[in-house]
């Protein structure tokens, strides 16, 4: 159908030209017959042929150039919308909407202004992304540097008691700690998020792996007096063990966090064809159903008040999430508030270095 219209649009097109300039040869013809007519002179038939023709192209070229203006007023109007929206584009305006001809869609220029439009929206998303990051950045050392410097005045107390003076000191290592952690998570977060992360596959016993993380550890489990248990399948895996053990440490982590005292924290690892699957789950506080496809998000946790105690910046799910992606895997949670929460990681036994693009 689309070759047909085509067809016919070629044929009308020669049509179109034949007749154009056989009207403005036949006008050269008159024009110059009447010259000849009342100067009383006649010229040789090549000359005359040589005249009608240079004359027949002057009439074309001319009329063409009074009437060209009019016939691209539209494209002059779209060359000028697109080079004001690239102005604005390029200041840094993303507000900016071409006008597309829905009837007309495959023309290059709806093309052209869809293409504009798709790249100014992805954008508009990237800069609303980079200002919510730098917002929950500054959020996130804002209030431990109030804190230390708050505790910083108060030391200069010379009447406080020792404990006193321990306890301050105690609050604004924790502080630090705290923002040192920050920025190591910022570093890893970018690092994993660039266009080729770090990622370097080889074999290893990945149940041996888990159980060096858990012994490495106990002594936060066991400050906490958490039951710990560990069912781990002899599993051999392709993956970056680097990587990995940064997902189960944040895992890990987060279950010793979040559990209250005297409670229990399971690691399971099983093989379930061309793919291990590691479970970490706990009987702590669980989390809200609509929390649960928010907490892989950078920056987001859960429960405010519970968290300000537990401390922590948000970011540990996000960077396991980044790296189980990375190695073509899938993470996921399933908890019922009150009744803990079960995070699964699934990866496929032999990630190669081509997984790293996903
Ligand atoms: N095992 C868990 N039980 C209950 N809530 C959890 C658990 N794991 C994660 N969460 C919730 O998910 C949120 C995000 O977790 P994530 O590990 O990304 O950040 P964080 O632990 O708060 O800080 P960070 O890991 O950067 O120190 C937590 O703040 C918490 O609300
Ligand atoms: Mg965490």
């Not at 494209?75 to 001809?101: S, T, Y």
């Not at 790296?323 to 990866?347: D, K, N, W």
């Amino acid at each position: 159908m689309k070759r047909l219209w085509f067809a016919i649009k070629a044929v009308l097109m020669l049509i179109a030209v034949i007749v154009i300039i056989s009207v403005y040869w036949t006008a050269a013809y008159f024009l110059s017959e009447w010259v000849y007519a009342r100067l009383n002179w006649q010229p040789h038939p090549l000359a005359r042929q040589l005249m009608t023709s240079i004359l027949g192209f002057f009439l074309f070229g001319f009329s063409m150039s009074v009437i060209a203006p009019f016939i691209r007023k539209h494209e002059k109007v779209f060359w000028q919308n697109m080079m004001d929206a690239i102005q604005r584009i390029a200041q840094g305006d993303f507000r900016v909407h071409l006008p597309v001809d829905r009837e007309n869609r495959n023309h290059p220029f709806s093309k052209l202004a869809t293409g504009i439009n798709d790249m100014v929206a992805q954008l508009r998303v990237m800069e609303e992304m980079r200002q919510e990051f730098i917002s929950n950045v500054s959020h996130e050392i804002g209030s431990p540097l109030t804190s230390i410097r708050g505790f910083a005045r108060a030391l200069k107390n010379e009447n406080l008691s020792r404990e006193q003076r321990m306890r301050y000191l105690d609050i604004i290592e924790t502080e630090c700690v705290r923002l040192s952690k920050l920025s190591e998570n910022l570093l890893r977060l970018t690092m994993l998020e660039s266009n080729q992360p770090p990622f370097f596959p080889a074999p290893y016993r990945l149940d041996a792996q888990l159980q060096t993380i858990l012994l490495r550890c106990e002594p936060q489990w066991a400050e906490k007096e958490l039951d710990v248990g560990a069912d781990l399948e002899k599993v051999v895996i392709t993956a970056d063990e680097d990587l990995l053990s940064q997902v189960w440490l944040n895992l890990i982590h987060n279950a010793i966090k979040f559990t209250p005292k005297g409670g229990r924290i399971t690691i399971r690892l099983e093989k379930r064809g061309d793919r291990a699957v590691v479970t970490v789950s706990d009987t702590g506080p669980g989390i809200d159903q609509q929390d649960q496809h928010r907490i892989f998000e950078r920056f987001y946790k859960a429960d405010k008040s519970r968290h300000r105690a537990a401390g922590g910046s948000g970011l540990g799910l996000s960077i396991a999430k980044k790296i189980v992606e990375i190695h073509q895997g899938r993470i996921s949670v399933h908890s019922r508030p009150g009744e803990g929460a079960v995070f699964t990681v699934e990866l496929p036994l032999h990630a190669s270095e081509t997984a790293q693009s996903g």
